[in-house]
């Protein structure tokens, strides 16, 4: 495992992540996977807003301290979990939605990983960044919104 970070940490404005899990047709009780978490902002919109279940996987401890934070204070635990982590060697099979801003190198990277792990018809959501092998079931080029289904 590499302590090196995969991406840096650019946080989504709540806009766009409205955007992205409208676009991913995010449904309640449905499990969303944030990869590369943050400060957990996609997470808490996924179950304050669309009422689903959110799991963010995140490398950075002091990002993690912060959502888990947030998530007490919105009290949240029963909905949403942080783990402490690299996206590559976490189980991810139960993801029915997962969303993802990363690099594009990374992506080509868990390409592998999102077809192998995740479950037929999982929904895959990556802003601004593609699967340059992966045909996308939708796209929004003025969001940068790009949706894959396994
Ligand atoms: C561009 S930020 C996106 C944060 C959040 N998903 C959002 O949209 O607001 C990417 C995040 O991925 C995390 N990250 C980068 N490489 C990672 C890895 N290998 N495993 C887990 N997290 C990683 C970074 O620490 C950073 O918080």
Not at 11 to 39: C, H, V, W
Not at 104 to 114: E, I, P, S, V
Request: no cysteine; net charge positive.
């Amino acid at each position: 495992m590499s302590i090196f970070l995969d991406a840096p940490w650019v946080p989504t404005s709540k806009k766009q992540i409205r955007k992205m899990l409208n676009f991913a047709e995010l449904k309640p009780n449905e499990i969303l996977y944030d990869l590369g978490s943050g400060d957990g902002r996609i997470l808490i919109i996924a179950a304050t807003e669309f009422n689903a279940k959110a799991v963010g996987i995140e490398l950075n401890a002091i990002l993690v301290a912060y959502s888990n934070f947030r998530i007490f204070l919105e009290r949240l635990q029963d909905k949403v979990h942080v783990k402490w982590g690299n996206i590559f060697l976490r189980d991810i099979s139960e993801a029915d939605v997962v969303t993802m801003y990363l690099l594009q190198q990374t992506n080509n990277k868990m390409m592998k990983k999102l077809k192998e792990e995740l479950k037929p018809g999982a929904r895959v959501v990556s802003y601004v960044f593609t699967f340059p092998d992966w045909e996308p079931t939708k796209t929004d080029k003025e969001s940068k919104l790009n949706l894959y289904t396994v």
